[in-house]
Nanobody, 128 residues
Framework: QVQLVESGGGSVQAGGSLRLSCAASGILGKQYCMGWFRQAPGKEREGVATITSDGSITYKYSVKGRFTISKDNAKNTLYLQMNSLEPEDTAMYYC??????????????????????WGQGTQVAVSS
């Protein structure tokens, strides 16, 4: 089991930036997926960005060019750099991880059911 702890959320004005961090502890294994999901009030949880142990990345279409996912293997930490934030980005952001479960093409799944390890979430609020 992997333990995940997010940090870095907060309140910003539209156009601002935030960087989320996710500290991971436990055994991830040689091949794994990590990523970020978010859930806005009254909406379903959705995938934002994912990254494999080999560095293959996916992004939700609406955040491409604005968000960047990265990881520091030495620190066992996942990041999400969010620039040009929009009010529509307001949500609770969750860090996720899963071992040995990639798509046949070598990417991470972008559905919440593919992940068994979840952080507690960090709130992001963007005002217009």
């Amino acid at each position: 089991q992997v333990q995940l702890v997010e940090s870095g959320g907060g309140s910003v004005q539209a156009g601002g930036s935030l960087r989320l961090s996710c500290a991971a502890s436990g055994i991830l294994g040689k091949q794994y997926c990590m990523g970020w999901f978010r859930q806005a009030p009254g909406k379903e949880r959705e995938g934002v960005a994912t990254i494999t142990s080999d560095g293959s990345i996916t992004y939700k279409y609406s955040v491409k060019g604005r968000f960047t996912i990265s990881k520091d293997n030495a620190k066992n930490t996942l990041y999400l750099q969010m620039n040009s934030l929009e009010p529509e980005d307001t949500a609770m952001y969750y860090c996720v991880a899963e071992t040995e479960f990639l798509t046949p093409s070598g990417f991470c799944y972008e559905v919440e059911g593919a992940y068994t390890s979840w952080g507690q979430g960090t709130q992001v609020a963007v005002s217009s």
